[in-house]
């Protein structure tokens, strides 16, 4: 079956020799709410863990939906401890999918933003809190607000890579410059090392002409950025999160569970 075999082509692309990989650290961030943010994190976590590799999802949205996404919530301990100095193996948490590990999220995380840039050098709490905290994972995805608030100026400055979904249609395509200015900026004063893995396009819609136009244009500006597989707007990815699952859980042979399976996939090359 499709799903199989994608599985077992991550994991053989994931598997390489030891010594060649560390862990890689991805911001998902886009400022535009609703645009498939939390789900690629979600998804693209537990792909990667399937494929046998230790992951880590730090949810950094106040509304946890990362968090609830995955069955779990936090009663305790959450990502505000984490930016306040609480150790990260203290926090990290084991979910229902084999070898992915979660920090979560709970609403007191919007006082953490207020807090951060009260701060002095606030934008450097999360990279300091994960520095020398996360060898035991080969990736690390930070699910971030839909905003260019402190909390995902510190993704960004801890993360080595960005990943950008991008909603199918032509006001996502208006914010998506002002998205990678900032990442520009955030690599210019704050993490020279930060870049672009992938520009991931989802919610499309494939009998549409406005889904296939909104392609046409990003593939046209922004060429090898653009991840090479689309995620289609799916019934089971939206009612994934209500049964606390990822779709490939949820119902692995669907067309957006195999999206994901191959963006995860195309991931892995760009590690």
Known sequence: MLASGLTSDLRDRASGPATLRSTRVYAVA????????????VNLSA?????????????????????????????????????????????????????????MAKSDLAAAAVELSSRDGGERYLA???????????????????????????????AHRAIVPVQAEYYALEGLSQLLGTINLVKAQLNPPLAVAGILLTMADGRTRLAAEVEAELRRHFGSLVFTTTIPRSVRLAEAPSHGVPAIA????????EAYWKVAMELVERS
């Open 30 to 41: 886009n400022q535009k709410g609703g645009v498939g943010k939390t789900t690629s994190a």
């Open 47 to 103: 792909c990667l863990a399937e494929a046998g590799e230790r992951v880590l999802l730090i949810d950094l949205d106040p509304q946890a939906n990362a968090t609830s996404g995955l069955g779990m919530r936090a009663n305790g301990a959450s990502t505000h401890d984490l930016l306040d100095g609480v150790p990260l193996a203290k926090l990290a948490k084991p979910t229902s999918v084999a070898n992915l590990d979660v920090v």
């Open 128 to 158: 300091d809190a994960l520095a020398g905290a996360v060898e035991a994972y080969s990736y690390v995805l930070l699910d971030c607000p839909p905003s260019f608030g402190p909390l995902t100026v510190n993704a960004l400055a801890a």
């Open 250 to 257: 949820y119902d692995r042979r669907s067309a957006g569970a």
